[in-house]
């Protein structure tokens, strides 16, 4: 298994690109959809409640970054997770937050959301 200090600097981009893909909300609720089984575009608007426009944008975008595949019939397309690697990816983050949530729970703490970059001058 490929670690991250092993990786040249070329390959680190690519890494990079592919959590940028991962970046958006909308795309993590494409997502956990998909973890179930293929869908349509029209089928994954309805459950994330969001336009088959901007769903078609998020799973583009996704298949670029070869995370979701393509397939036409008929008039639909379909989209399936082509990478196992990003529902284990996500299960593991989800389980993180999930547990962060849960301690500042039962700690009586807030949720610490964080700070948004500063602008630069």
């Given at each position: 298994?490929?670690?991250?200090e ?52 998020h ?14 019939r ?14 284990e990816?996500?299960?593991l ?29």
């Open positions: 298994m490929a670690s991250l092993k990786l040249p600097p070329e390959a680190l981009e690519h890494v990079a690109n592919y959590f940028r893909a991962l970046s958006e909300a909308t795309r993590l609720r494409i997502l956990s959809n998909l973890g179930t089984g293929e869908m349509s575009v029209g089928e994954i608007a309805e459950k994330v409640e969001s336009s088959t426009a901007n769903v078609s944008r799973l583009a975008q996704m298949a670029q970054h070869g995370l979701v595949a393509r397939e036409s008929g008039n639909s397309a379909y989209y399936r997770i082509v990478d196992p690697a990003v529902q990816l996500c299960d983050v989800c389980g993180s937050i999930a547990r962060r949530f849960d301690q500042a729970a039962s700690t009586g703490a807030a949720f610490v959301k964080s700070a948004p970059p500063s602008a630069k001058l």
